[in-house]
């Protein structure tokens, strides 16, 4: 929103080859998430994988009439494994981005994000690069808002980056950070558990044209049959009802 996310330098040629050739038949497919990226991907008390994009995938292979199996993987690992064959699709808020496009293929977008300010409540907090010099900001290591921070405002900013995102909320809570910027449909999620109810959104959102898409290796077919079944999950309503679960506004 995870994305909206970018990755840790691989080597391109490798992984290229790699991806070559098609996945495993289109009717037995397994997905990879990261599983802690609420409310998007995340692990409930069972030990299961939960939240939207893990509905969204079910959705997707039920629309494909094909048989699923979803895994959890660490973030910076993530593409990686899809490379390496550990499984045949990345359902888990990516941003599609060129620097990814040089190695995996993407679907149709099937949300799109923007990113946002998070502060104590009560505390003035001016967002512009003048405003923010000085403070310490965090965000989730190898994302679009860690990138952007690192881009725009390290030469102004302390800029502290977390290998998840719960991380960077517990140190925002903890006040080891003056502000938070982050993909902001997980970070109104956070804003309305007891641990976030201090602090609130600040400021205008930055909006980055970020699209979130499911990645898969170069040339797969499954591209194209995932973007088809995105569609149809829209028309049919059924994507409503997953987006009404979590948000009361629609993300595609």
């Not at 094909?66 to 990686?80: R, S, Y």
């Not at 980056?161 to 719960?166: K, N, S, V």
């Amino acid at each position: 929103m995870k994305l909206k996310k970018l990755f840790y330098a691989v080597s391109l040629s490798a992984l290229t080859a790699l991806g070559s050739t098609a996945s495993l038949a289109a009717d037995k497919i397994r997905i990879a998430t990261e599983g802690a990226y609420a409310p998007f991907n995340m692990t409930d008390e069972k030990g299961e994988l939960v939240g939207f994009d893990v509905d969204i995938a079910k959705a997707l292979c039920a629309e494909m009439k094909a048989e699923c199996d979803i895994v959890a993987q660490d973030w910076d690992g993530i593409i990686p494994g899809l490379m390496g064959r550990k499984y045949d699709a990345i359902i888990a808020s990516m941003s599609i981005t060129e620097d990814r496009l040089k190695v995996v293929d993407f679907s149709e977008p099937y949300y799109s994000n923007v990113l946002a300010w998070a502060a104590a409540k009560g505390k003035t907090l001016d967002t512009s690069k003048e405003g923010l010099k000085g403070l310490t900001v965090g965000a989730q290591r190898a994302t679009i808002a860690g990138l952007y921070l690192e881009d725009n405002l390290a030469d102004v900013v302390n800029v502290k980056l977390y290998d998840t995102q719960d991380n960077a909320y517990l140190d925002l809570a903890a006040g080891r950070l003056d502000a938070l910027l982050s993909d902001k449909f997980p970070a109104y999620d956070w804003l309305r558990s007891a641990d976030g109810a201090n602090f609130e959104f600040k400021g205008e959102d930055v909006d980055i044209d970020d699209k979130i898409g499911i990645a898969v290796r170069k040339g797969d077919p499954l591209k194209d049959k995932f973007s088809a079944a995105i569609k149809a999950i829209v028309d049919n309503g059924t994507y409503a009802e997953i987006n009404a679960k979590y948000f009361p506004f629609s993300i595609y």
